[in-house]
């Protein structure tokens, strides 16, 4: 393997760099012999532009195409599913924990948090499925990066935020959790807890270093997942949510659409083979069309 420095392109944000050095530790743990340069990307999301879809990525992806990095770490659940000629999606890591934490003030939980409590969220995807479950609540946008959005719940412009636990857990800030939604409740977007890992299509040293890199199991998984989205359209707007679990040689994978009001909802499960995954998220798509998601996602778009 050649000893020509390999550099791994991260957003600036602490989570991307805490992601990042994830994967640096596992590169440097197989491939001791091989420089391993960091290169921080600066992408509009990270400047507190609006977050247009992808935003997070393209900067990366730009530098990948460019060569001025070799590979990319992102968060999965921020690479959109088309692919970008050129680019392949290389490898993921082990997931982290899929869910979503709820980050309370004064105490308040879930169940007792007054009518009328403002709840912030910058997903429609979670605010929908928590309007199905408090329609109570006033849920507000809230964005940017996660210590902002930490911040901005200590700024008291909100009584409770709800985060992936899986970033607060990478920044050190589990403890912030006031409780986990189990995922029959939330359930999360396709890809979430993944890192991923996006190379050149064309570089056969990122490549094989990649392979090494991915974790299987969460690989069907998130296939599944993405497979799924991709199917549905995955307009910008309207929720879709998909959570597929493997054990064995099986791949279980629950998915969701849900109107932004929280009112109608379909959601099924498939299950088969892991190899399969990509077939199997096309079919669960499917069968959500059969039920009537199309009316929700046209509405909705
Ligand atoms: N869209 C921002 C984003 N991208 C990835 C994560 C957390 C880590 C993950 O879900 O893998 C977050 C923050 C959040 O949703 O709370």
């Excluded at 070799?70 to 082990?94: F, W």
């Excluded at 899929?98 to 403002?118: H, Y």
């Excluded at 998130?222 to 493997?246: D, N, S």
Aim: proline residues 6%; charged residues 25%; hydrophobic residues 45%.
């Amino acid at each position: 393997m050649s000893d020509r420095p390999l550099r791994v392109g991260t957003r600036g944000s602490a989570l991307a760099r805490a992601q990042t050095e994830q994967v640096i530790r596992r590169l440097r743990a197989m491939h001791p012999e091989i420089p391993v340069e960091t290169v921080i990307v600066h992408t509009s999301g990270d400047r507190g532009q609006r977050e247009v879809r992808g935003a997070f990525v393209k900067e990366l992806q730009h530098a990948l195409l460019e060569g001025r990095i070799d590979l990319a770490v992102h968060s999965l659940k921020d690479l959109p599913t088309d692919s970008v000629p050129g680019l392949r999606l290389a490898a993921v890591l082990e997931r982290e924990d899929p869910r979503e934490a709820l980050i309370a003030c004064d105490g308040w939980t879930w169940a007792t948090l007054p009518a009328g409590a403002r709840v912030g969220t910058g997903s429609p995807r979670r605010a929908a499925q928590l309007r199905a479950l408090r329609p109570d609540l006033a849920y507000l946008p809230l964005i940017g990066n996660v210590d902002t959005r930490l911040r901005r719940l200590e700024e008291g412009r909100y009584e409770a935020i709800v985060l992936a636990v899986a970033g607060l857990i990478r920044l050190g800030r589990s403890e912030a959790i006031t409780e986990i939604f189990p995922l029959d409740q939330v359930l999360p977007a396709p890809g979430q807890g993944a890192i991923a890992v996006e190379i050149r299509a064309d570089d056969a040293r990122a490549q094989v270093l990649a392979e090494r890199l991915n974790h299987p199991p969460t690989w069907w998984a998130v296939t599944a997942e993405r497979a799924f989205l991709r199917a549905l359209g995955g307009g910008c707007r309207v929720p879709i949510a998909a959570y597929g679990e493997v054990r064995g040689d099986r791949l279980w994978l629950d998915g969701l659409v849900i109107s932004p009001d929280g009112r109608q909802a379909i959601r099924d499960q498939i299950e088969g083979p892991a190899e399969a995954a990509e077939e199997l998220g096309r079919a669960l798509a499917e069968r959500l069309r059969s039920q009537g998601a199309i009316r929700i996602l046209e509405e909705a778009g």
